[in-house]
């Protein structure tokens, strides 16, 4: 089955640089989440999209920004990169449909960002 | 605000014999319940969900969560663990009532079973 597409898997950036992590959904899922995993932590969620609109905000740096594309794949931007911001970023997806909030997520490999 | 609690950092279980982790939950409304685990270096994936009816849900791989609405907790059990399932465990919780769509996750449970 298709499953939660990430790139870059890995990314090496230095402080103040800019990222782009970019996220396919699973097919016919149209909303996206993204969420930030430090060192030893749990999953923070950041923010969300439901057909191209921002659905759900949650603790994202006001360095970062995202967006859903008409294809529904989405990108996370990120400027001016501090030592903080490394971690583990996974992108989630789920269909939205009749079930509404009661579908799980399904959670792609996530990107590794590590600041330098 | 919804959160979750995962009392125990790591539980530790021999192979064969049952495993519980627990899991417990705070919502203004009424909740959505998930299990995930991850495999080091990996996502998360998806394990069991509770969303309404039947307390005792089954999932993937054996495991299966009572959902106990006095204590408001969701255990995770399996009845026979393997090496396998050595892994981390989340719990997590959706808001049903706030209509927010974010995931809370709990800080993890290491599951560690031994040969």
């Known amino acids: 089955a298709a499953g939660v597409i990430q790139s870059p898997r890995h990314l090496i950036k230095e402080k103040r640089e800019t990222a782009t992590l970019k996220c396919y959904p699973i097919p016919r899922h149209d909303t996206v989440y993204w969420y930030q995993q430090g060192p030893g932590q749990d999953p923070q969620f950041l923010i969300s999209f439901y057909e191209k609109m921002q659905s759900d905000k949650g603790s994202i740096p006001d360095r970062f920004s995202a967006q859903q594309f008409s294809d529904y794949h989405s990108e996370l931007n990120m400027s001016s990169l501090e030592l903080g911001d490394s971690a583990l970023y996974f992108c989630a997806s789920s269909p939205r449909g009749a079930g509404g909030y009661s579908y799980e997520q399904y959670f792609g490999p996530g990107t590794r960002l590590t600041v330098t | 605000a919804q959160s979750v609690a995962q009392p125990e950092d790591q539980v530790n279980v021999a192979e064969g014999n049952p495993l519980t982790v627990k899991c417990t939950y705070s919502v203004s409304g009424n909740p959505y319940l998930f299990w995930y685990v991850q495999y080091p270096n990996r996502g998360l994936q998806f394990l069991l969900k509770?969303?309404?009816?039947?307390?005792l849900v089954k999932g993937s791989y054996g495991f299966e969560a009572e959902f106990n609405k006095s204590q408001t907790s969701f255990h995770l059990k399996k009845p026979s663990a393997l090496v396998s399932d050595s892994a981390l465990y989340f719990c997590?919780?959706?808001?049903?009532?706030?209509?927010?769509?974010?995931?809370?996750f709990g800080t993890g449970t290491r599951l560690l079973v031994s040969p």
């Open positions: 997590a919780v959706r808001d049903k009532d706030t209509g927010f769509q974010k995931l809370v």
């Open positions: 509770y969303i309404t009816g039947d307390n």
